[in-house]
Nanobody, 118 residues
Framework: QVQVVESGGGLVQAGGSLRLSCTVS????????MGWFRQAPGKEREGVSC???????KHADSVKGRFTISRDNAKNMLYLQMNSLKPEDTAMYYC????????????WGKGTQVTVSS
C-alpha cells in the first residue's frame, strides 16, 4: 500500500519562507516522477513543481525563482523550499507520486496547509 505524507506547512508572513517535506512508502521512490500541487479555496488544483528521478525539475511560472523542489532518493523524501512567499501562495499543498505532465498522479497525500499573511 502506497502512503504519501506531507509535513511542514504553517502560517508565515509575506516575504517569509517555509520548507515542505514529503515521505513516501510502498513504492520504489527513485523510479517515479514526484510533484507538489496546491489548491486554494474556490480554485482548481494546480501543479506547482515536479521532479524526475534524476533531478530534472519543472516549476509553474507563478513560483519560478521562489520555489525549489528537490528529492533524496536514498531517504524516500521529497522537499519544496518556498521563499519570498506571497498571500496568493496560500493553499493546501499536496505531495504526489507517479506524476505525469505535472498535472496527473496516481498517489496523493492528504495535504499540508500553507497560509501567507499580508
Amino acid at each position: 500500500q502506497v502512503q504519501v505524507v506531507e509535513s511542514g506547512g504553517g502560517l508565515v508572513q509575506a516575504g517569509g519562507s517555509l520548507r515542505l517535506s514529503c515521505t513516501v512508502s510502498g513504492l520504489r521512490f527513485g523510479d517515479y516522477v514526484m510533484g507538489w500541487f496546491r489548491q486554494a479555496p474556490g480554485k482548481e488544483r494546480e501543479g506547482v513543481s515536479c521532479i524526475s528521478w534524476n533531478g530534472y525539475a519543472k516549476h509553474a511560472d507563478s513560483v519560478k525563482g521562489r520555489f525549489t523542489i528537490s528529492r533524496d532518493n536514498a531517504k524516500n523524501m521529497l522537499y519544496l523550499q518556498m521563499n519570498s512567499l506571497k498571500p496568493e501562495d496560500t493553499a493546501m499543498y499536496y505531495c504526489a507520486a507517479n506524476v505525469r505532465g505535472c498535472q496527473f498522479s496516481d498517489y496523493w497525500g492528504k495535504g499540508t496547509q500553507v497560509t501567507v499573511s499580508s
